[in-house]
């Protein structure tokens, strides 16, 4: 079992909500296992014969009630829009960049192939799935802006759920404090533009 994939779910995907307990844990099947948050939803193609059936807490200890069924939630392969295809590793990067920012809110999103996705859900989920190994492999497919992007490569299927926003939105200067929207274009532009230039921290500096 990949401890560090199961790790990442724990941390970013599995709700932190303890009205809904089963939320909070990773649920096991012999060949797969899978957490959500409402939001976001990971499966990741890899289970546990001595977990299976079970969904367990990051203790391990097993978390009573029944998990939702995943499955029913991604629409059919042929209907599930066309890929997108990008860095995603500089996506997560400018995600992890603007949430730093003391401008940002919860409710900041940019907008990917016309659909609204949060900026912190969608770190969330790329800090979890560029663990899996070639971030290259990664697409999403994304269908319009009311319905779900799909995520996919060969080690896990993903789901994050869009925002609703208008056009007039999109790049408008906004008052601090209050929700921006953002066109891909310009917000991975601001992350490179804001950090090109900034030189890695020599490792023991003070020693030199």
Not at 14 to 40: L, N, Q, T
Not at 124 to 140: A, E, H, M, S, V
Not at 145 to 158: D, F, K, N, T, W
Request: proline letters at 4%.
């Amino acid at each position: 079992m990949n401890k560090k994939i199961i790790k990442a779910m724990f941390a970013n995907i599995c709700a932190k909500d303890e009205m809904r307990p089963i939320m909070c844990g990773v649920h096991f099947e012999r060949e797969r296992c899978y957490a959500s948050d409402g939001h976001v939803l990971v499966i990741f193609k890899e289970g546990s014969e001595k977990l299976d059936g079970k969904t367990v807490n990051l203790e391990g200890q097993e978390i009573e009630g029944r998990y939702p069924n995943v499955d029913s939630v991604f629409p059919p392969k042929d209907n599930q829009g066309n890929p997108f295809v990008c860095d995603f590793v500089q996506l997560k990067n400018a995600c992890a960049y603007h949430i730093k920012q003391l401008s940002s809110t919860q409710n900041d999103r940019v907008i990917i192939n016309g659909v609204g996705l949060n900026v912190r859900t969608l770190h969330r989920l790329l800090c979890t799935i560029t663990l899996l190994g070639n971030p290259n492999d990664i697409k999403f497919f994304i269908t319009d802006p009311s319905r779900a992007v799909v995520v996919e490569s060969e080690q896990m299927r993903s789901l994050i759920m869009p925002t609703l926003y208008q056009e007039g939105e999109i790049d408008f200067e906004t008052d601090f404090g209050e929700t921006k929207t953002f066109s891909y274009e310009n917000f991975i532009n601001d992350y490179v533009f804001n950090c090109w230039k900034k030189e890695p921290k020599k490792e023991l500096e003070w020693a030199d």
